[in-house]
């Protein structure tokens, strides 16, 4: 996401689709710094 360089308050719509066409309307509340002692999940496709 990092990469798209939204900014706070931004707004875009995500569409997941395994055939069903779900919408997803998202907005950027806030741009956290990453903290080394966690994991988070990652994303991969197909």
Known sequence: MTDFKFRIN???R????F???WQHSVR???RLPLEKKHTYPS????
């Open 10 to 12: 931004e707004r875009f």
């Open 14 to 17: 995500y569409e997941h689709d």
């Open 19 to 21: 055939g069903d066409c």
């Open 28 to 30: 950027i509340e806030a």
């Open 43 to 46: 994303l991969a496709s197909c």
